[in-house]
């Protein structure tokens, strides 16, 4: 299955210019995807629509405690560690 990609790194591709395709994936042979949901709703955050902080609730509620938790170490590693110390 997917995982969903956390919405600090959705945010981060939108910040770095990349927005609208995921890195390239081993689950789907290597090959970049187009985003179209995700470019949408970073669309609507852009334009006010949406506020950025729903957003990251809404993203945060709907993963489970373990996505969440593997998206603050990767995010975040050294935050991570300083909160929950080394796995």
Known sequence: MIQPVPIVALIARKVNGDA????????????????????????LVDEGVLDK???????LNYMSE???KDMFRSEFEELYEETFGED
Request: hydrophobic letters at 45%; a negative charge; glycine letters at 12%.
């Open 20 to 43: 609208g395709f995921s890195p390239a994936r081993p689950e789907l042979g290597g090959v970049m995807v187009v985003r179209e949901a995700t470019d949408k709703l970073i669309e």
């Open 53 to 59: 902080d729903q957003v990251i609730l809404g993203a």
């Open 66 to 68: 373990d996505d969440v």
